[in-house]
């Protein structure tokens, strides 16, 4: 796309003008995650997740009204109305697309790094992301939940049921004694995309060892994972990855 000409905001034609609500909207994007990795690189991880969650619940409180005011919808109890209205089934399609966007951004991300710098620059930054957002989407869904999330391992298998990948991929629990489950992704989106095109599983197993336990501990100190396989391990028709979860009670 050829970028604009002139110099002032008011010289943008319609369109341009529409282009920079994108832009502007993707840098405050940008803004609010690069406040939070400063706070976070400050302070210790709960004082910065305090200050994330203040400062969240306030920001999208004002963008909110805000942007209300000027499209013309009305806010109910902190939520947009049009999506409170929406129909029972538009609004699970919605939470698909919403979701399947998170996965999508997660692959243009990887690819963009691969492409221009290779796949071991593209795992390492992989698996470091990892070990940022899976701690992130622990507190976000013990602060979704409140005081409706069980504590141990209930309350795991409740966080593990509601992360995004919950709405993409399709997993299964099992209780191995008393102390301890088996999680398994039976159904991967992105391997099953691999696998429809004959390639190899994609070797995730690095990334997955961040990703649950960093999550598990972030949830509850006191629980352990281990990994019972993850590709590039073999493993069974019925699942892709399969991880133990224990509770550590000493």
């Known amino acids: 796309m050829t970028p604009p000409s002139v ?8 369109k341009d003008k529409a282009r920079l609500v994108v ?23 709960e004082q910065a997740y305090d200050v994330l969650a203040e400062a969240s619940e306030r920001s999208l409180a004002i963008q ?6 000027t499209l013309g919808f009305a806010m109910e109890d902190g939520l947009p109305k049009p999506l409170l209205d929406l129909p029972a089934e538009t609004l699970e399609d919605l939470l698909d697309s919403v979701a399947f966007n998170w996965l999508a951004n997660d692959g243009v991300w990887f690819q963009a790094v691969e492409f221009n710098h290779g796949m071991n620059d593209a795992k390492r930054c992989n698996d470091s992301c990892w070990a940022q957002f899976s701690p992130f989407e622990a507190w976000s869904i013990r602060r979704f939940l409140g005081a409706d999330l069980a504590p141990g391992l209930e309350g795991l298998k409740q966080a593990l049921n509601l992360r995004v990948y919950g709405r993409i991929n399709r997993q299964s629990f099992e209780d191995d004694g008393p102390q301890a489950f088996i999680f398994r992704m039976d159904e991967c989106r992105v391997q099953v995309a691999r696998k429809r095109k004959g390639l190899d ?14 999550f598990a501990r972030a949830f509850d100190a006191r629980i352990k994972t ?16 399969a991880w133990r ?3 550590e009670t000493e």
């Open 64 to 69: 909110l009204k805000r942007l209300g005011k």
């Open 226 to 241: 281990e990994c019972i396989g993850c590709p590039p391990d073999a493993h069974p028709d019925d699942w892709y990855c």
């Open 23 to 45: 832009d502007y909207m993707h840098r405050t994007i940008m803004h609010y995650a690069q406040w939070y990795g400063e706070v976070r690189h400050q302070l210790p991880a």
């Open 7 to 14: 110099t002032r905001i008011d010289d943008l034609d319609h």
């Open 245 to 247: 979860f224990s509770l």
């Open 201 to 214: 599983d994609y070797p995730c197993k690095s990334a997955g060892l961040v990703e649950y336990a960093y």
